[in-house]
């Protein structure tokens, strides 16, 4: 499987630029990685459920009611760019 | 003794007999910091000014009233950075408490002081820093461990009586283990990560750093319980933590598992470990052999987990909300890969690439989906284990503090690290890391750590069981010889 692990078009999938020395590098580091990870072929999981949390919790649910929290202020103090009450972000439409 | 070597028990009662004022104990505390962390460097930045503002207002008849406590740079403090250690938060200033924040100030205790650790929480060195990496206390050539190794280090150097840390795979009980101090990685569930900077949603727990179980137990006291902030919180009762402190372990069964002790474990820390269990026995505990047949398994199934969800987790630094932001960007998609290229460090890259890759199209059924089902195997392993033992008893860590640099370039080897706390997380129970003795490593004093794991929410029966071994033992009173 790792075989065909390519760390450009999944660098891409991540929305992550990479340099052209982080690229070879990961490749080799990653299908390293993806070798180990490959002994749990080995698993006999038949029959066996998925754990995707500790956890046996389903949905949880609370009454939909508002409450205080951010001010618009507040929740823009961090923002790289903003103007009017609002977040600026790149041009998405031409 | 000196203000900053005091247990946390022992300031607070200070503090509450009024001997000593919380802006005394926090400008000693300062000043320590001053003296040792250019040493250590486990602090990435402190804010005395408003640490003295909350000493002024400290209620110290509160269980925790007056005591400073550090806090990992991964959970929000109002009014505070939060770096992650990454430089993509770089500027960023919280705006909120996290539940923890919240409940130790309830508590009575100051936040105090932002510990380093590896670049969200990944790592087991904290030689991921993009601030610079911590050192251990007992060999600044070497690492104290990882993620949570700055608020490890300060503790264990008497620059904090007590620290939080997150613990996703073991980062509070392996750096805990070598700096020589206790760490406890509560069940998961049992403390909300409101306000923690996600890292691996299913794994991720907080909790604390401290100099005895004792201090332990009451941190555990005040950031435990149920927040509807956070889903996976669970609705079980907060018993006392420290009730069970002090009671004879006459019926208690431990239980040695055989994967643990295996080739590749260092001959001192082997050594240690089996004293540690001979000791327990004396103690009136019994001493049973069980099997965890899937440990073997647990880094390879853990690597595929927490970085799928990491890779999800960290699709949140996009430069819009907060962090980083690439200046000039041609178009949408230039803005988010030179935001992430220019903000996130090595090991976080490879960490995402790695998740989004056992997530994609074709490749989840057999990565990720087999992953979950192994681990299901493995929880049933302790399951089983529990019904045999009402703890176990192994290593923290298979080796003693390395050389910083030694494996840096080695991501795999590095991982392996983990091998001894990295099922704890997969299975969601709790588990702690005590001092159990010191292996000489070129003359020098290297701490060595026992790893108790115990059932779902049964702290309470583990810290009883550390108690009882760190009360008649002398290791945990040692400090390393800083200047």
Redesign the interface.
């Known amino acids: 499987m790792s075989a065909k692990f390519d760390v450009r078009y999944t660098a891409q999938l991540a929305r992550l630029h990479l340099s052209e020395e982080e690229i070879a590098k990961f490749q080799t580091q990653i299908s390293q990685i993806l070798a180990y990870v490959e002994k749990l072929e080995q698993v006999d999981v038949t029959g066996i459920e998925p754990t995707a949390h500790a956890n046996a919790i389903f949905n949880v649910f609370r009454e939909d009611t508002p409450r205080d929290w951010f001010t618009a202020e507040e929740a823009l103090s961090n923002a790289p760019r903003s103007a009017n009450q609002l977040f600026i972000v790149p041009k998405v439409i031409e | 003794m000196e203000l900053p070597a005091l247990s946390l028990a022992d300031v607070q009662a200070r503090l509450r007999a009024k001997e000593v004022s919380p802006a005394e104990v926090l400008r000693a505390l300062d000043a320590r910091i001053g003296q040792v962390d250019p040493q250590i460097h486990g602090y990435l930045s402190r804010d005395l000014d408003a640490a003295l503002a909350c000493a002024e207002k400290a209620d110290v008849s509160l269980p925790l009233g007056g005591v400073p406590i550090a806090i990992k740079d991964v959970i929000n403090v109002n009014g505070e950075p939060c770096t992650a250690a990454s430089k993509i938060l770089q500027?960023?200033?919280a705006?909120?408490d996290a539940t923890v924040i919240r409940k130790l100030r309830a508590a009575g205790a100051i936040p105090f002081g932002r510990c380093n650790l590896d670049e969200f929480a990944m790592g087991s060195s904290t030689e991921n820093s993009a601030f610079g990496h911590t050192r251990n206390p007992w060999d600044t050539s070497r690492i104290p461990g990882g993620s949570s190794g700055g608020s490890a280090a300060v503790v264990a150097a008497n620059e904090a009586f007590a620290a939080l840390g997150s613990d996703t795979g073991g980062s509070i009980r392996q750096p805990a283990a070598l700096c020589g101090i206790v760490g406890l990685k509560p069940t998961?569930?049992r403390v909300s990560r409101f306000g923690l900077i996600a890292f691996a949603s299913?794994?991720d727990q907080i909790g604390p750093f401290t100099k005895t179980v004792r201090d332990a137990a009451l941190v555990l006291n005040a950031i435990a319980g149920r927040d509807?902030q956070d889903?996976?919180s669970?609705d079980e009762p907060v018993p006392d933590h420290t009730a069970l402190l002090g009671r004879d372990l006459h019926g208690v069964r431990l239980g040695m598992p055989r994967e643990y002790f295996i080739e590749g474990l260092d001959p001192q820390v082997d050594a240690a470990v089996r004293a540690a269990v001979k000791h327990y026995e004396s103690l009136g505990a019994e001493i049973v052999e069980v099997s965890l047949p899937?440990t073997e398994?647990a880094?390879?199934?853990y690597?595929?987990i927490a970085t799928a969800e990491a890779?999800a987790n960290l699709?949140r630094f996009?430069?819009?909300?907060?962090?980083?932001?690439a200046a000039d960007?041609t178009?949408?998609?230039d803005?988010?890969?030179?935001t992430?290229?220019e903000g996130?460090g090595?090991e976080v890259?490879?960490r995402?690439?790695?998740g989004?890759?056992v997530l994609?199209s074709g490749?989840y059924d057999?990565?990720y989906?087999?992953?979950?089902?192994?681990?299901?195997?493995i929880?049933r392993d302790f399951s089983e284990a529990f019904e045999k033992v009402d703890a176990i008893i192994c290593p923290t860590s298979p080796e003693v503090a390395f050389k910083a640099g030694d494996r840096s370039d080695d991501?795999?080897k590095m991982?392996l690290a983990d091998i001894f706390t990295i099922a704890t997380?997969?299975?969601?129970i709790p588990g702690l890391s005590i001092p159990c003795g010191f292996a000489e490593v070129d003359g020098r004093k290297l701490p060595i750590g026992l790893q108790l794991l115990g059932k779902p929410f049964q702290e309470s029966q583990l810290l009883q069981i550390a108690h009882a071994y760190e009360q008649s033992t002398d290791w945990h009173k040692a400090r390393p010889a800083l200047v």
């Open positions: 500027g960023y200033r705006n909120y998961y569930g299913s794994l509807p889903s996976t669970l899937n398994h880094v390879g199934v690597y595929i890779s699709a996009d430069g819009v909300r907060y962090g980083h932001r960007a178009g949408l998609l803005h988010y890969g030179r992430r290229e996130f090595p890259k490879r995402i690439i790695l989004t890759y994609s490749y057999a990565f989906l087999r992953a979950q089902k192994v681990r299901t195997l929880r991501p795999l991982y997380n997969l299975a969601g």
